[in-house]
T-cell receptor, first 113, second 114 residues
Framework: GDSVTQMEGPVTLSEEAFLTINCTYT??????LFWYVQYPGEGLQLLLK?????DKGSNKGFEATYRKETTSFHLEKGSVQVSDSAVYFC????????????FGKGTKLTVNP | DAGVIQSPRHEVTEMGQEVTLRCKPI?????LFWYRQTMMRGLELLIY????????DSGMPEDRFSAKMPNASFSTLKIQPSEPRDSAVYFC????????????FGEGSRLTVL
């Protein structure tokens, strides 16, 4: 079945460091890919998405590119802030299908001042 | 505009008791999802509804769990009887059918079963 694998956390960075969180997927078809973020004590929020190969999703300085050849959707940010400390989830879903979101296990990011 | 509203935010109960979690989706949304989050298993989809109709309940762990959506503005997730292994954060999320993967999550209900 479909699945999403994220890099193990936690990840700890200093402010202004470069961030990469790896995400790879296994899918039977051609899914849409998503990154969600969960701040402490809150529900998940959609951060960005990409619906087809080579699409780049971006939001709040984060970006991720849908790479079909490597079945990857790595999250990057050039300069992290303390306020980016959160848990990040990679996910996939299908247009016209069940509409279920399949999530990775999440990667906790802590940014120190 | 109000987001997804869940209640209670925290529930502590004893094994064997009935637990009811409630969710009010965003007005105008026609898909509703219940997820469970634990450290060991991450986020698991329990059940989802389209237009108040249950579409897929294959994630419901066992007969002790049941979910209803009597109208477009309200859903419940019931556990009876509860067990310690049910301790988790339960999230409700809503979306517009066709907006693939774009869900709006509530703040969750943290359940502790002693």
């Amino acid at each position: 079945g479909d699945s999403v694998t994220q890099m193990e956390g936690p990840v700890t960075l200093s402010e202004e460091a470069f961030l990469t969180i790896n995400c790879t997927y296994t899918a039977t078809g051609y899914p849409s890919l998503f990154w969600y973020v969960q701040y402490p004590g809150e529900g998940l929020q959609l951060l960005l998405k990409a619906t087809k190969a080579d699409d780049k999703g971006s939001n709040k300085g984060f970006e991720a590119t849908y790479r079909k050849e490597t079945t990857s959707f790595h999250l990057e940010k050039g300069s992290v802030q303390v306020s980016d400390s959160a848990v990040y989830f990679c996910a996939l879903s299908y247009e016209g299908g069940s509409e279920k979101l399949v999530f990775g296990k999440g990667t906790k990011l802590t940014v120190n001042p | 505009d109000a987001g997804v509203i869940q209640s209670p935010r925290h529930e502590v109960t004893e094994m064997g008791q009935e637990v009811t979690l409630r969710c009010k989706p965003i007005s105008g949304h026609n898909s509703l999802f219940w997820y469970r989050q634990t450290m060991m298993r991450g986020l698991e989809l329990l059940i989802y509804f389209n237009n108040n109709v249950p579409i897929d309940d294959s994630g419901m762990p066992e007969d002790r769990f049941s979910a209803k959506m009597p109208n477009a503005s309200f859903s419940t997730l019931k556990i009876q009887p509860s067990e310690p292994r049910d301790s988790a954060v339960y999230f409700c999320a809503s979306g517009v059918r066709g907006s693939v993967g774009e869900l709006f999550f509530g703040e969750g209900s943290r359940l502790t079963v002693l």
